[in-house]
Each structure stands twice: as C-alpha cells, then as structure tokens.
C-alpha cells in the first residue's frame, strides 16, 4: 500500500488483514509441527496498509535469530517469537523494501550456504594459502 | 559477446554468491506474481543459464524504454540483469558506432541463432517503402524482419513497439505499426507502457532466462503478470470514486484530500498495468498518488482517445459539431412534411366545395 | 479498448446528431400543421391559455377518483420507474461529466451506492411493467412495435449500466462500450416512437387544459 502524505485516506488505518495473515501462519506452523512442510507467504502480494504492516511485526516480535546480509543490498531475517516463523526482508537501490516473505520454515533457503559458493570458498582459500604460505 | 560458461560459474568467479541469486529470485518471483517457493527454481534456472545474448532494435522512439529499464542508484538487484544478458547491440547504450556496430549485431545473430532475444522499442513505418526512419542505410522493415529471422523470441517494448504509439496516433503520417503486425512467426511478448515500468521489462526478461518459456500473456500479448488488473482495482484512491468524492480541477480542496480524479480525465478504470502496485521510481509512487490522472498509456492508441483531461462518461470529440446542421434539416423536413399535410388538406377542401 | 473507442466516437457523434435532427422534424411537423380556428366566445370561466394549460397538466399527475382504483398500479409504477430514471441519469457523477462537456452545465451528485440501489429497483420497475402489459390480454392485444421496442431501448441502457458499474462478465472497457451504445440506439429511437411523450405529453395535456377551459369546464 502506498504511503501518502497528501491523501491519508488508506495508509493509516488497520483493515483486519494481520488478523488474517496470523491465522494463515498459524496453520503453516501447525504443517510443520506435524509433517515438516514449509510454506511461504508473500507480503507484497497481499493489500497490506502500513497500519496493518505495523500491527503484523508488532504481533510477530523479534525472538532470538537475527542476520544482516549484504546481497546486492541489503537483507535482514530474524526469527520472530514464534520458534520457526521467520521474517525476510530484502531492500533493493537507497534502502527501499524490494520484497518480503515470511517463511514458515525450520530454516530460511536464504540462510543456508549453497554448496557451489563452498566449493568455490574451498578453491578461493587453497589458492590464497599457496600464495602466501608458500 | 555472450559466453560459454553458466551464468551460475561467471558470477561466481566475480565473487557473487548463490545466496544473492536466490535473493534476486525472491524479488523476481514476487513481481512476476509467482509464489516464493518458485525462487529456487528461478534461481535454479538462472544459475544454469548461459548469459543471453539480447540485440535491442529502436526505431520510431523517443529512447524513454531505455531510459526507464536503467534506471539504477546503487548497485542492487535492480541491477543484476544487465549481469544476466549480453546486451550485444543497443544503441544507445553500447560503445562501438557506425558499421562496427552492425557488425556487431550480425554476429551475435550468426553466434546465437535460434538463442537470441530480440528487444524493440519504437513502431515501424510503413508508407513509401518505410523510407521514414532507416538506420545504417536500411530501412527499419528491413533491418527488424533480417534480425527477427534467427531469433527465439520477441520482446516489443512501449507502447509504440506494442501497439504504434505516438508516431502512429492521428494522422500517422509515416504509416507506423506494431511489431506484431509486421513478426507473425515468432513469439511476441508486448510490455506496453509510455515508458513500460523497468520491472515489467526485467522481470520478464529474467522469467524467460529461469523457465526458458514464455510467461502467460493476455489478448494484447501482455504479460499477465504485469498487465492482468486494471489500475482502478487496485488504485488507493477508489474508497473515494465509490463515495462520489471527487477532484474537479487541479489544486482544488478535493485535489489536495487525495480523492478520486475521475473528473479530470483518469483513464484507470480502462488501463491496466502495474503503476498502482509496483509503482515508479523502485515504489516511490505512481500518476495518480502524485496528483495526476491516469493517461492510459499501456493501452492502444491512448493518444487518440479523445484527450487526457476528458473523463471518461464522455464523448470523445465534439458530438455536437454537427447540431447546427441538424436543427436545420430535420426542421426542414419537418416543414415539408407538414407543408405536404396541408396541400392535401385544402386538396381536399377544395374538392368537398 | 476498439469498441469503447468506436462508441464514444463516431456511435454518439451519429446518434445525438440524428436525435437532435430528429427532435427538430418532430416539433417542426406538428407545430407547423393547421390550426381550427375556434371563434366561440368562450366560457365566462375562462381562464388565460397559459395558466389552465399548466393547471391541466398538474391535475392530470394524479388520476380521477373514477379511475383511480383501476390504475393505481400502472400508476405508481409508472412514478417509480420515471423517477428512477431521473434519479439515475441526473444524479450520476460520470453522467454529470457527459452533461457538462456537452453544455457546460453541471450540479452536484448523489453518491454511487444510492444511485445503485435506485438503479436496482428501476430496473425491476420497468420489468414489472412490461410483465403487466404482457400479461393484459387488451393491453397485449393492442401493443404495437413501438410499445415494444421503446420498453427494450429504455431497459437497456438501465441493465448496461447497472452490469457495467458491477464489473460483471467481461473486461469493463468492453461493458462500459455496450453501455454507451446502448444509450445510443435510446437516442437514435426516441423521436421516432413513442418516447416523444416526454415532451409531446406537456404539449397535449395543456392543450387539453386550454380548450377545456374555453369551454369553461370545471377544472
């Protein structure tokens, strides 16, 4: 939802669709509970209000998980305080949100180091120590 | 030129990890309306990629398409899509000129037959051979039919590209049309937009470099991603059309509360495109949040539909141009037919005496 | 995007040319014609031409006594549905629109839900009326195209619009064009039928109202 100064008409003023989001969690966390089934929801693809952003969080909280990642900008997930909800949010050019997802999950794809990345991180190191170790 | 390796391998010897890949496969998943458990198959996708060799054809444009689709701040995931291609040949952008960059463009075609994207913004004209607008001594028909042959698919890009835009509203004097009037056997992909959001143009770009298919497209061509909801139904301000609360010129009180601009000539309710979703300027806002109608600019011969400030309840010219003349006529005839009545009438009068 | 173009276009640029062509031949051929002289001295009672035309036309809003039973139905339908309409095409903001780029005049709106709901019960008005003259075996037995066609040109525009403020069935370019056309086909009829009466019925029951006065009638 956009955020306008000049016509405050929407931005403000929760319409219930936190209510509605928690309840979707709550049945993916039960999934997981019971099969390990993750899911996912889309926060940008749902007409959240900033009222209703804020009220989602605040309902959500922080719990003990946090990370900061550089990714061609910036990204931050935490865990929120319910053990195996998470938070995702990826920001594009000058900070602004690009996307958001709350994965209900054991853990985010996004956390988890690509076996490529290692190998390339195991030729990466091999070299520098031959370099200078030499 | 394009290369051999994955896109996976070549970025990763630049140092960019998977991890970012599956960030910029979120980001494009979301905008493509594609659950976000479809971001690891596009990352997938991606990483198995070849870099794709792209050859941007312009011709009758104004170059807003590409103005819009590099539109960057700092490097950002925006970003990485310049990454994915291989934009081989644009004029605007790329550094070689003159014959050396027509060389250019013939080898990347002969290099990629068959795996080459062809991007085009700007219409074609067609009146007099198309003599109107010719690059490197060709004509626009010649070079856009040469290039499409060996190509795999078609992105037209704006609303010239899409539908004819500006070069061929009223009177189109060089006989303009769209790319899709003129390529039949290929697949066309229209991103109509005066310029296209960038999104619509990256997003569908890196769709057809995850999936190696075309994304589902509606009657015009578009994809329906981008192009499946009219602006209206997801305009903030529709609270206010609904209510009846409008703007009825600009600056005035209903202007400055944000409400409905319907009556200064918002063509929402016919346009569709993702201005009210994604918005401009990476989400800064769009037309009508800044005050503005909607041009319908996404749409066919938005150019001609009757002007930007007429709302959309009335005609588009001027239906009383031919009043006067009416009034006359069908008094005239009128006058005759009661003229009629009473020559028959005192006919028959006279006959009775 | 073809066919709205095509109807806020040429379709309404043609049909309110012949409506207004057509409104002039209708007044022009009726008040062009003869006129029996009357040279009776005329009723004691007799008000002035103007004043009983008008009185005529007010008490003839309302039926007789006689008749009142009879057509009570006919009657307060009949309100409803003129009302409605009124209500509808004068009361509508993007009807105000077309107005005000027709003749620079515009007033205030109602807002769209209350028109919606008018809208609604216009619309089961004039099915009720058809169903009524349908199911009137002398009332059938007399009904001519005229009948017939002007009901369906008037209920057309009031289903259109009614489908296209639903955004129901198709993409609403298109709904919005079928609408415009279909007050265009309203337009192109209305001289040439029986939906003169909105005009011709003022000239007739003044008229009446006239004469009867001359006659020095008790009005």
Partial sequence: ?134 | MSDKKTLGEMLTERGVSRRTFLKYASYTASIMALPPTAATAIAQGIANARRQSVIWLSFQECTGCTESITRAHTPSIEDLIFDFISLDYHHTLMNASGHLAEEARMAAMKENAGEYIVVVDGSVPLKDDGIYSTIAGITNLQMLEETCKDAFAVIAVGSCATFGGIPAANPNPTGAVAISDIITDKPIINISGCPPIPEAMTGTISYLLSFGSIPELDHLGRPKAFFGEAIHDRCYRRPFYERGMFAKSFDDEGARQGWCLFEVGCKGPVTYNACATLKWNGGVSFPIQSGHGCLGCSEPNFWDMGGFYKPLSTAKGDPLKWAGGAVVAGAAIGAASAAIARNKRNKVLKEGK | MELLEFARGPVLTFAITVFIAGLAFRVVSLFALWRTKDSSAGSPREKSVLSAAIREIIRRLWPQVAYKQRTMFALVNGYVFHLGLAIIVFALAPHILFFKDLTGLSWGALPNNVIYAVSIITLVSLIASLVMRFANPAQRIISTFDDWFSWIVTFLPVLTGIIATSHLGARYETLLGLHIMSVALFLVWLPFGKLMHFFLVFVTRGQTGAHLSHRGAQL
């Fill in chain 1, 1 to 134: 939802m956009p955020r306008d100064s000049a016509a405050p008409c929407l931005s403000e003023r929760a319409t219930g669709m936190a209510l509605s989001v928690l309840t979707e969690i709550l049945q993916m966390l039960e999934a997981l509970a019971e099969s390990g089934a993750s899911g996912s929801i889309d926060l940008r693809s749902l007409p959240l209000s900033d009222a209703d952003r804020a009220e989602l969080e605040e309902a959500l909280g922080r719990g003990e998980v946090r990370a900061e990642m550089e990714l061609a900008g910036e990204s931050e997930v935490w865990e929120t305080t319910y053990p195996g909800v998470w938070w995702i949010r990826h920001c594009g050019a000058g900070g602004k949100i690009a996307t958001e997802e709350i994965s209900v999950c054991r853990i985010p794809e996004i956390l988890i180091t690509h076996p490529v990345d290692i190998e390339a991180a195991a030729a990466r190191l091999k070299k520098e120590l031959e370099t200078t170790h030499v």
